[in-house]
């Protein structure tokens, strides 16, 4: 059975606003509505102010929805607007994510670093989870953000499932494994489930997951980005305090011109890009112990070169990387003597090097005495 706008629309008309005492509709909540498939996702744009205690109004609407035949999943977020523009179109007219309320967003994060590729498939989750371990093992307190919300793979990476918990109702607590905390979209959505959403409403889910998560006091967090250069990309960078991004690159050259859009679209808002990781970067027999390189190589390194950005390194396409990552069990965390784990902590090292000046320098220098 097909499910028609008008059904969900006059199920939504039921959700009544307790403040105004009126429904949801009458007062322009309901955003961004998709319906494919007997899938649906929308917003409910809300006063800032009011978005915590919302999220009651939320899972009404949500589950009005859900009791519509031949509805097979409902996604709903709630959006902050003020002023009668929604916070997830704000910010596009300040660079590096240092204006309107951004930094609010992680109070406690003393660096924020982005692992960007310019297209899909060259490895970019893997490389984030392994260079989040291997922070991790180096001491430091990290989390890793899942920002890829139409495809989220870390719960799988490290090795995590079920809900987060939210002692309160209203914040979630982040899920651990290896040292790491982390919150993605694949905690609250079923793995099977497709997300439909408009980049207003992603936009609003991300900053839900950095505002509304108790993530602590962290020395980093890694966030692991939508590929491509779209819309949520673009927000995000101009949203978030970021201290840098990292772009993840295969060799070859069709990989590179699209790593080169993302590193460029990260210049363009001023936020420094650390350097290039070239992923895949060659093979090595099994067998024999011949190097191959499939992909072609050197690429990374010389578009590096090019562009005047770091080469952070390169990892070799290997069946231990991919077996680890998709067990749960990252190669620095499972295998960490291996020459694969040692170029994940090499890469991880330069990348803490770019960042930990700027940390050290927004730490108090002593304690500040006021005298009343």
């Given at each position: 059975?097909?499910?028609?706008?008008?059904?969900?629309?006059?199920?939504?008309k039921k959700?009544?606003?307790?403040?105004?005492?009126?429904?949801?509709l009458?007062?322009?909540?309901?955003?961004?509505l998709?319906?494919?498939?007997?899938h649906?996702?929308?917003?409910?744009?809300?006063?800032?102010?009011r978005?915590?205690?919302?999220e009651?109004?939320?899972?009404?609407?949500?589950?009005?929805?859900?009791k519509?035949?031949?509805v097979l999943?409902v996604?709903?977020?709630?959006?902050?607007?003020k002023?009668?523009?929604?916070?997830?179109?704000?910010?596009?007219?300040?660079?590096?994510?240092?204006?309107?309320g951004?930094?609010?967003?992680?109070?406690?994060v003393?660096a924020?670093?982005a692992?960007?590729?310019?297209k899909?498939?060259?490895?970019?989750s893997?490389?984030?989870t392994?260079?989040?371990?291997?922070?991790?093992q180096?001491?430091l307190?990290?989390?890793?953000?899942?920002?890829?919300v139409y495809?989220?793979?870390?719960?799988?990476?490290?090795?995590?499932?079920?809900r987060?918990?939210s002692?309160?109702g209203?914040?979630?607590a982040p899920?651990?494994n290896?040292?790491?905390a982390?919150?993605?979209?694949?905690?609250?959505?079923?793995?099977d489930?497709?997300?439909?959403?408009?980049?207003?409403?992603?936009?609003?889910?991300?900053?839900?997951?950095?505002?509304?998560?108790?993530w602590?006091?962290?020395d980093?967090?890694?966030?692991d980005?939508?590929?491509?250069?779209?819309?949520?990309?673009l927000?995000?960078?101009?949203r978030?305090?970021?201290?840098?991004?990292v772009?993840?690159?295969?060799?070859?050259d069709?990989a590179?011109?699209?790593?080169?859009?993302?590193l460029?679209?990260?210049?363009?808002?001023?936020?420094?890009v650390?350097g290039i990781?070239?992923?895949m970067s060659?093979h090595?027999?099994?067998?024999?112990?011949?190097?191959e390189?499939?992909?072609?190589?050197?690429?990374?390194?010389?578009?590096a070169?090019?562009?005047?950005v770091?080469?952070?390194?390169?990892?070799p396409?290997?069946?231990?990387?991919r077996?680890?990552s998709?067990?749960?069990?990252?190669?620095?965390a499972?295998q960490?003597?291996?020459?694969?784990a040692?170029a994940?902590?090499?890469i991880?090292?330069?990348?803490?090097a770019?960042?930990?000046p700027?940390?050290?320098?927004?730490?108090?220098?002593?304690p500040?005495i006021?005298?009343q």
């Amino acid at each position: 059975m097909s499910v028609a706008q008008a059904q969900i629309l006059e199920a939504l008309k039921k959700i009544v606003d307790p403040d105004s005492g009126k429904d949801i509709l009458t007062l322009g909540m309901v955003q961004g509505l998709v319906v494919r498939d007997g899938h649906v996702g929308f917003s409910l744009e809300v006063d800032p102010a009011r978005g915590p205690k919302l999220e009651p109004l939320r899972k009404a609407a949500e589950q009005a929805v859900e009791k519509i035949p031949g509805v097979l999943s409902v996604t709903a977020v709630l959006t902050a607007q003020k002023g009668g523009a929604p916070a997830a179109q704000k910010g596009h007219g300040h660079s590096h994510g240092q204006g309107g309320g951004a930094k609010q967003l992680v109070p406690g994060v003393k660096a924020i670093v982005a692992v960007a590729s310019g297209k899909g498939g060259v490895g970019k989750s893997t490389t984030a989870t392994n260079i989040a371990v291997a922070l991790a093992q180096k001491g430091l307190k990290v989390g890793l953000l899942d920002a890829d919300v139409y495809g989220p793979s870390q719960p799988r990476m490290l090795g995590l499932s079920g809900r987060p918990d939210s002692p309160d109702g209203k914040i979630l607590a982040p899920m651990s494994n290896h040292g790491v905390a982390c919150m993605s979209m694949g905690f609250l959505v079923p793995e099977d489930t497709p997300m439909i959403w408009r980049g207003p409403m992603v936009m609003g889910a991300l900053e839900q997951m950095l505002r509304d998560v108790a993530w602590g006091e962290l020395d980093i967090m890694i966030v692991d980005m939508p590929p491509g250069t779209g819309d949520a990309q673009l927000t995000m960078a101009q949203r978030v305090p970021l201290a840098g991004a990292v772009i993840v690159s295969t060799p070859q050259d069709i990989a590179l011109l699209d790593a080169r859009k993302g590193l460029n679209m990260f210049r363009k808002v001023e936020v420094p890009v650390l350097g290039i990781v070239e992923n895949m970067s060659y093979h090595v027999c099994s067998n024999c112990g011949h190097r191959e390189h499939i992909f072609g190589h050197g690429g990374a390194h010389a578009e590096a070169d090019k562009l005047g950005v770091p080469f952070l390194g390169e990892v070799p396409l290997h069946i231990a990387i991919r077996e680890t990552s998709d067990g749960g069990t990252p190669i620095v965390a499972s295998q960490p003597q291996s020459a694969h784990a040692a170029a994940y902590r090499a890469i991880a090292d330069r990348v803490w090097a770019a960042v930990e000046p700027g940390v050290k320098s927004s730490r108090p220098a002593g304690p500040r005495i006021v005298v009343q």
